[in-house]
């Protein structure tokens, strides 16, 4: 099946400081890539859609200024988390869907974010 | 707005049982509906994607059904196992490109050995 990877697994930053996430969908490309974010024991929900060549649409309460998202190539989708607080300590997982097999998605195995 | 919701929440059956879990959805005209598992601090793994157009899809012990009209899915799983221990996430695409999925929140299963 189709691969996608996220890096870093894991990151444990400081309070203030920002974190990049990386997601890349290995073996196709992606026009369109999808960020979500996982509290404990919540499902997830979608934060932002991210666009090749242009501008992220978020969802309803997501700070654009705070959660940065450039789309950099077809293979390729960044996050940004500017001025890390505790409160956005999460797992945050990107998905990219697959045009040609029934806009199945297939998700990277997320990013454990903690704040200090 | 799209909203899903996955019963029970939570599940424990002995091991060997068939088990049948359930989710619903308040807007019928979607693209499809994804049934993932969910390992404990991982990412999801894909078990099944329904199209709107079909009933239901197999793969090997699972059987996902779907009734678009009435915005129902269940997973079925056969004869279970320990390690079918996870959490179940039920997800629909509604279409459009630039949608994201609307995610249940989920059934916790534990099959005990």
């Known amino acids: 099946g189709a691969v996608v990877s996220q890096h870093p697994s894991w990151v444990i930053c400081k309070s203030g400081t920002s974190v990049k996430i990386e997601c890349r969908s290995l073996?196709?490309?992606?026009?369109?890539m999808f960020w979500y974010r996982q509290f404990p024991k919540q499902s997830l929900m979608l934060m932002a859609t991210?666009?090749?060549?242009?501008?992220?649409?978020?969802e309803q309460g997501v700070e654009k200024d705070k959660f940065l998202i450039n789309h950099a190539s077809l293979t390729l989708s960044t996050l940004t988390v500017t001025s890390a607080h505790p409160e956005d300590s999460s797992f945050y997982i990107c998905?990219?869907?697959?045009?040609?097999?029934?806009?199945?998605?297939?998700f990277g195995p997320g990013t454990r974010l903690t704040v200090t | 707005k799209q909203e899903v919701t996955q019963i029970p929440a939570a599940l424990s059956v002995p091991e060997g049982e068939n088990l049948v879990l359930n989710c619903s959805f308040t807007?019928?005209?979607?693209?499809?509906l994804q049934w993932f598992r969910q390992d404990p601090g991982k990412g999801l793994t894909s078990l099944l994607l329904i199209q709107s157009s079909q009933r239901e899809q197999t793969s090997g012990r699972l059987n996902a059904s779907l009734d678009k009209s009435s915005g129902r899915s269940t997973l079925y799983i056969a004869a279970s196992q320990p390690g079918d221990s996870a959490t179940y996430l039920c997800?629909?695409?509604?279409?459009?490109?630039?949608?994201?999925?609307?995610f249940g929140k989920g059934t916790h299963l534990i099959i005990q050995p």
């Open positions: 073996d196709f490309q992606a026009t369109t």
């Open positions: 991210s666009n090749e060549g242009s501008k992220a649409t978020y």
């Open positions: 807007d019928s005209a979607i693209y499809n």
């Open positions: 998905s990219a869907p697959r045009q040609g097999r029934n806009y199945e998605q297939y």
């Open positions: 997800a629909v695409y509604s279409g459009g490109g630039a949608d994201g999925l609307t």
